[in-house]
């Protein structure tokens, strides 16, 4: 199945790109995701206490099960004042 990953902040810095589409088995979860996108952005800091992930605009654990043609969004959380 392919999911779509939309970057945000520094990590679309990080990668380059805006987006990928990214080809996972079926009943893939968010943690195999992100997992695949370490392997081939081997210098994207995954951190999930430091991210808000969403699918399909809605929150999510890493135990959440994608679905073919679901859109991640990686959402850094910022720090600061």
């Not at 996972?24 to 995954?46: G, Q, R």
């Not at 999930?48 to 679901?70: P, R, S, W």
């Amino acid at each position: 199945m392919i999911v779509t990953v939309k970057f945000f902040s520094f990590l679309r810095q990080i990668v380059g790109v805006d987006q990928v589409s990214v080809n996972l088995i079926d009943e893939a979860t968010v943690a195999d995701l992100l997992k695949s996108l370490s392997v081939t952005f081997n210098s994207l800091p995954l951190k999930t206490e430091q991210m808000a992930i969403m699918v399909n605009h809605k929150n999510v654990f890493l135990h959440t099960i994608l679905k073919e043609g679901d859109q991640v969004l990686l959402l850094p959380i910022m720090e600061g004042g």
